[in-house]
Structure formats: C-alpha cells, structure tokens
C-alpha cells in the first residue's frame, strides 16, 4: 500500500448502484487514476482513445509483487498457450510457479450500465480487503480488467439519463446508437476488428496477454431470470477443445454458490445463450482455448427501479421452459422491485467467484491451458485438415490481403512459402500463403476457413419442432464473406516456408506513363482511389468492357485515368493511401467507357434507438473515402430533388422509416408481451406518408433509391416496386436461413455488378427474396443476382432451397427517370461481406 485508499462511496460522493444515479465515465477515470497513485496493487494504462476520443483505460489487479513483474507474467501466460519451443522443464515451472491470467470487459453495450458501475467497487474491494481469499486472488492471480469496454456509449448513456431524471421520459433508451457507427454490434466485432475499441482489447488479450480465462459482463430484459452464469446452453461448438466447456462448468458452478449463498436468486445456468458462435469476444475466445464466458443480469431503467410481477416472469426456449425451479434454475426469485444495487451485487459476486476459482486452481488452469494448445497442435499434424493454402492470383489481392492481416492479428500463425511447392498434382507458386492447422488456433482457422455446416439438432429447434432463429449467422466462414480462394489442404506440405511477423498490405505502385493508367475493377479499394481522385479533380473513366490488364482478362468495370497536369501525383497518393496498384499503359487503348462522376449521397437516419445498419454503412462508406450525407425525416419531407443523386435506405422495417402503425409493429415484434418504447416528441422516427410521397417524387425525376436487406418491404410496399418476396410468410419449418452463404449467378456486364465474377456467394440472414411479378414491363426490370436451380448453400443452415431456386437476390426497376435497387441481402453486412462489396458500391458511383 502506498497512500490513502478512498472507496468509491468517498471518492464519487456517492455509493454505485444508488437509485437514480449513473456515475460519468470522466469520473470513473478519475477514480482508477487516484487508486493508482495510492496502491502498488494496481497498475493503471490508458492503452488508446476511443473512436470520439475518450480514454480507454486497462487495469491490472495484483499482489504488489506481481505488479512489478508483469511483463515476465505476460511472456509466461503467452508461453503457456503457445508452448511450440518451450522446453517440458519451462512447462513444469510455468505451472508450478507461474500466475493465472484472468481478462475481463464491463458493459460493452452500453445502456448495460451494471458493468462500468460496480468495476470501480471491484477494484477496491480486491486491493483492500485482507481476509484469506482476497490476498490469495492477488497472490494467484493478475486481473486484466477494461473498466468500460464502450466510453462513448458510457457516456451518452449517463447523459442522456441524467437529462431526463425526473420526467415521463426518466429511464428511456437512447433515440441513437451508443456507439458513433455500430451500437451494439460492438459485440459483433470480435472477428474482424474494424472498431478502434475492439483493435486496442485484441491486442491485449490476443497479441499479448492470451489469458486463461475471460469474463464479460451483460445485461438482459427484465422479465426472465435475475442472472445467468455460464456454462452456455446447447448447442455447443463441437471444434473447440471439451476443456473449455468443462471449465466453463467449473466457473459458473462457483458464481452459482457464491449467489446462493449470499441471498441472490433467480439465477439461471445452461440456459437461453447457446455455445455454438457469436463473433464477441467471450465466444471467439473458446475457439483459442481461452474459457471465453459472460455474464447476463435483468435490467433496470437505467438507474431507475422497475417492478415485475411474478406472472410476467417467463422461461427460455433455450434450455429452460418454464419460470419454475429445475436443476439449472434451482431457486426462482418471486417478483417485486428491481435495482441497480442488485445488478450491481449480482455481476460483483459473479467476478469475484471467477478470480475464486482462478486462484484456488491455479495449477490446474495452467494445465489446461497447456494440455489445450498442445491438443491443438498435435490434431493439426495427424487430423484433418492439415493446412489451408492462400494462393495468389486472387479476385481481390488486396481483400486477400486485408484478411490475412486480421488474422495474424488475431495471433493466427501464417506462413509465406520462399519457394513453389506441390501438393497432389497441384503446385504452388512461392509467395503463396499458408495457414498449418497445428497451432493454438487451430478451432478458430478451420471454423474461419472451412465449409461449415450448422448442426440442425433438438436445441435448435422448439418443443413443437420448429427451428429457432440463431442468435447470430450459421456459418462464420470469413473468407466466403470475402471472396477469398482457400485451398484445404487433406497432406502433409512439404517446402521451406517462413514464418510472418505481420502481414502487409499491397504497396500501391505507380509507374510513369504518358498514355495513362490502369486499376483493376475488381479490387474493393479502386472505389478508395477512385473518391480520392475525384476529390482532387481528377478525371477518372469508367470501362464498359472486358479488358487485359497485366495479361488476364477482366471483367467490365476497370478504371482509366488518362494522364494530365499533376495527375501522376495525385494518382501516387491516392493508390498510396488505398494499397492499389496501378498498371502504366505503354500504348493508346481503345475501349468503351464513361466518364465517372461523384454522386451526392444521402444515408437515411432515423431515432427510436438508432439503426445499427445504418451505422454500419456510414463506417464503411468512409474507410473507402465516399461523402455522403445523414438524412433526416425532416431532410426527407423538405423534398430530395437536386439535393440527392442516391439515397440510402438501410436494412430496416417499413413501419420504422414510415413512423406509421408503430404500435401495431412493436405488438407484432413482441408478439403482444410488451408495449412501444417511450420517447420524447422530437425522436419518435418516420418520414410518413408526406415523406414517402418526397422519395417517389426523387425517383421519378431521376434519383436512385437503394433499399437494403429488410428494406426491401419499403421498396415493394411503398414504392410500388413490381416484385414480391416469395419466402417473407413461409414458417420456418418450411423456409430457414438464419445467415448462409448462398450461390447466386451474376449478371456483370450490368454496371452494378462491374468488378463482379459470374457466380459468388451472398450472406443471407431471414426471409429474404425477390421475384418479378406478372404482366411487368420486362425491360423496366433487371435480375442482377438470381439464385440457380439447386445446391444453393456453401455454408451454414438452409431449409427449403426450393423455395429460392431460380429467384432473385438483387433487382433494379426503373421508374420514370430513376430507379429503385433492392437488394434481398445485405451486401455490406457488418462491413465483413467484402465479396459484395462492389455490388453496394457501384450503385455510389456515376
């Protein structure tokens, strides 16, 4: 100890989990600041700002003695999982001698406030109190601890419940997203790490620290059970090491005595979140043999209490049918009034029993830790597959390359072969990438990389035998999602291959040439150069034809920007900035093409809790250097018309863009449990009729509208697009696709499929599809992804095919002057879809 330790009751003024009162990120800062002056128990790093800004703090708990060793702790818990050239002796002390890690993240999302509130009681709880097994969890273990997972959210979240304390209004949601671009698929973003929040704990847990355990915490609605603790419910993930889900046991069964215990019911096990995948952090871990857990408890308004009577308790069709005691529901809590303080004392008891056990089981944690990576390692050498080859002469070499880059940094080993090898027949040039299944990783490269099918089982199904909606998409299989060629490889490879530090993308070369240059229109990031020389005045010509580029014929869609003062310059930057290579003509070509041009895009925004595709399009949009423009109802209804070349309507329902029948949808969606939320005036969202009357009038006088995923109910409904969905009322025992790759033919000699290959996958999540209907006007309608006849999924859960064979995934209908684009996928989903990137694209540009 080193100064005067304050609790947070005489820092804040206040105790956490008060009624009423949510404590500012700014001040939870403060507060993990002064305990660092104070104690030599904890060691507090601001490891980065968050996307607007604010401190991201790490926190580590421990013993003093340990703090001043961290960096030996870290290198062993890595050492540990990844034990390739640790020698058995180094093993054994690491056991012996060495500490448990333990990670954990607090209210991710952020109107999850319990988290972030009790993380600072947490910390002064571990670095004062002196009974037995507080001092053994410091002596045993180093906690990695990220006191609020989401600042921005925290943030906007306390102010917005401060601003309406006291009023009719007092424990509302957000009217927007609690994160500047993807609300709360920020717990969605484990897997390809685009947000800065997610790259900065990567980091720590993945390229750094590789703990043995990991623990986020949550929050759920209010009428199930009080808590629920791991382990997950069934289905499990089969690839991923049996200790994991055996030591999730072991957890869970502490948190759940360490409740009881203490007086805390309503506590649910094995129950209503299942273990097969969801890309956060806690279910991405398992597949590294990390015990990847969370934590879920019911919610309040806010700070504010909420009363639940005991018949508005229900079960889980995961795992726990009914609200009554059963072994993993042993003691129900009977109803009455819910407060911060019990969230707070809830996910309190749940972390300290995860540290219990991390301490008292040091040795074994270890061991596990161990035996898991070296079971990994040996499947890999003696089970199928052995390897994955990424060869050149990919379809988007940069894409390609973007991925391998994600990959390594989520500590996937990748090696680059120095010289060609052969496999079978088949050989391999040097410079080709391969990815050995005989390392840590190996659950979580072949569920990347492989065909995978989801497991249609009793679990996923309910009592009357009908399949349930996934809690995310049935397959995770990154590289369909991105168009990249993966070769499974079923041999041993042989050939001198080297190990790859990292992972860089394409330079972005250009040549001197007085004829002009060449891009390829294939490639995701020409849009990128494209924008920035436009920006810059640059001239840029679109080709309307095949053409040979570097001795390969591609498709329509290329990009010619003829030579001229300064070009050479600014095309330099921009192929820089955008890792393309450009190819220098030596001689005059002739071919078709048009002059590009940028166009003026608007985004249509709404409130009533913010829409996260919306965000998602945003975020994509400017890594790719596109202007656009937020849209409002009010922007809609003021008219579009020489405001707007395209305008963008994200994946939503009709009632959420019109503001119409509002009630009537939130009783269908909640299949009449619950009532529509409560706003202010100001955020109650639609455009109304007034508006739907403004965007018929932009696409008749020449506009685009593009309607994405869901949104195509709008486009078919509302502006009398000619097409039906022919999947939208089938049940789901007849029509099931909970987020599958599908084959589709392409027509890409249409400028909105330029860039495109003939045939490709599209991710497809619901009841989604397109068909023309009779007696239209055949030429004002154009199928530009049609699915084949049969053999549709690559990967993932797909009932009744039959039903989209031979349908459409994508339409354009001209109407007058301008046209309407539907799109019965969502072709930049989460950002991930790189494959159909170009699809959204080049609908973006003139």
């Not at 871990?285 to 308004?301: D, H, L, N, R």
């Not at 040795?363 to 040996?378: D, F, P, Q, T």
């Not at 291959?497 to 020409?526: H, M, Q, T, Y």
């Amino acid at each position: 100890m080193v100064g005067k330790i304050k609790s947070p009751e005489e820092f804040f003024g206040v105790k956490p989990g008060t009624d009423k009162i949510l404590i500012r990120w700014d001040k939870i800062v403060d507060y993990f600041w002064d305990l660092n002056e104070n104690s030599d128990r904890i060691k507090v790093e601001e490891v980065g700002k968050t996307t607007e800004g604010n401190s991201m703090l790490l926190v580590f708990i421990s013993s003093s003695q340990n703090i001043q060793k961290l960096d030996k702790i870290k290198q062993e818990s890595w050492s540990i999982s990844h034990p390739k050239t640790l020698k058995q002796k180094d093993v054994d002390k690491i056991i012996e001698k060495g500490k448990a890690v333990v990670g954990m993240t607090m209210s991710i999302h952020a109107s999850e406030v319990g988290g972030t509130q009790v993380s600072p009681e947490l910390a002064y709880e571990l670095i004062t109190k002196e009974d037995d097994l507080t001092k053994k969890i410091r002596d045993e273990v180093v906690l990695l601890l990220y006191p609020c997972a989401n600042p921005d959210g925290q943030i906007m979240t306390v102010d917005w419940y401060n601003k309406y304390l006291g009023t009719e209004y007092e424990g509302s949601s957000l009217p927007y997203l609690y994160h500047k671009y993807v609300g709360h698929d920020n717990n969605r973003d484990a897997l390809t790490l685009t947000q800065i929040e997610t790259k900065i704990m990567n980091k720590t847990f993945l390229k750094e620290w590789f703990p043995q355990a990991f623990l986020d915490t949550h929050q759920m609605g209010s009428t199930g059970a009080r808590f629920y603790v791991p382990p997950n419910s069934n289905p499990l993930n089969e690839v991923v090491d049996p200790l994991v889900w055996t030591e999730q046991r072991h957890y869970g069964s502490q948190m759940l005595i360490r409740m009881e215990s203490s007086g805390i019911t309503g506590v649910e096990s094995a129950s209503s979140y299942p273990a097969d995948f969801m890309p956060g952090f806690s279910l991405v871990f398992p597949w590294f043999g990390i015990c990847g857990m969370f934590t879920e408890t019911a919610s309040v308004k806010g700070a504010t209490p909420v009363y639940v009577h005991y018949h508005q308790l229900t079960g889980s069709q995961r795992g726990r049918p009914e609200y009554r005691a059963q072994t993993n529901f042993i003691h129900p809590w009977k109803g009455g009034w819910w407060h911060l303080k019990n969230i707070i004392d809830g996910q309190k008891t749940a972390c300290l029993a995860t540290l219990e056990v991390a301490a008292n089981n040091r040795e074994l944690i270890l061991s596990n830790m161990y035996k898991k990576a070296v079971s990994a390692m040996g499947k890999g050498s003696t089970e199928l597959p052995f390897a994955f080859v990424i060869p050149p002469g990919q379809w988007d070499n940069v894409t390609t390359h973007k991925l391998l880059r994600t990959l390594r940094e989520l500590s996937v080993e990748i090696h680059i072969a120095e010289k060609q090898f052969k496999i079978g027949d088949a050989i391999y040039p040097s410079g080709s990438y391969v990815i050995f299944t005989s390392q840590t990783a190996r659950s979580f490269i072949i569920s990347l990389l492989d065909r995978t099918f989801y497991r249609d089982c009793v679990w996923v199904r309910n009592q009357d035998g009908i399949p349930m909606m996934n809690y995310d998409f049935a397959t995770q299989t990154m590289a369909e999602f991105k168009g990249v060629n993966v070769i499974k490889v079923d041999v041993p490879i042989t050939g001198k291959f080297k190990l790859l530090n990292e992972v860089s993308l394409p330079v972005g070369e250009v040549e001197p040439s007085k004829n002009g240059w060449l891009i390829d229109g294939r490639l995701n990031n020409s849009f990128k150069t494209v924008n920035i020389l436009l920006s810059k005045g640059v001239k840029v010509h679109r080709i309307d034809e095949p053409i040979k580029i570097a001795d390969e014929m591609v498709p329509a869609g290329s990009w010619y920007i003829p030579n001229g003062k300064n070009v050479e310059k600014a095309l330099k930057e921009a192929a820089s900035a955008s890792n393309v290579n450009t190819y220098s003509l030596t001689s005059a070509l002739e071919f078709k093409s048009h002059e590009a041009k940028k166009l003026r895009i608007g985004i249509y925004q709404r409130y009533m809790g913010g829409n996260m595709d919306e965000g998602w399009n945003r975020w994509l949009l400017e890594q790719y250097n596109f202007e656009y423009t937020s849209v409002h109802d009010a922007d809609v209804k003021a008219g579009l018309k020489d405001k707007y070349d395209v305008l963008i309507f994200p994946s939503d329902s009709t009632a959420m863009i019109t503001g119409e029948k509002l009630e009537e949808y939130y009783e269908k969606r909640s299949r009449g449990t619950s009532v529509m939320p409560v706003y202010p005036p100001e955020y109650i969202t639609g455009i109304k009729n007034e508006g739907v009357g403004k965007v018929k009038e932009f696409v008749e006088a020449g506009g685009t509208v593009l309607c994405l995923n869901e949104a195509i109910d709008f486009g078919m409904d509302q502006l009398k697009v000619p097409t039906s969905n022919p999947v939208k009322e089938l049940k789901s025992d007849k029509f099931h696709c909970p987020g599958s790759t599908l084959w589709v033919n392409i027509d890409n000699k249409n400028p909105l499929a330029y860039g495109m290959p003939d045939k490709g996958l599209i991710l497809v999540r619901g009841n989604l599809a397109l068909a023309v209907k009779s007696g239209t006007d055949g030429d004002k309608i154009k199928a530009l992804l049609t699915y084949p006849e049969e053999r549709l999924m690559q990967s993932g859960w797909l009932i009744g095919e039959e039903h989209l064979a031979r349908k459409a995934a994508m339409v354009e209908a001209k109407i007058k002057q301008g046209r309407v684009i539907l799109y019965a996928f969502a072709p930049q989903s989460r950002a991930l879809t790189d494959a159909t990137f170009k699809l959204f694209f080049n609908a973006l540009v003139g």
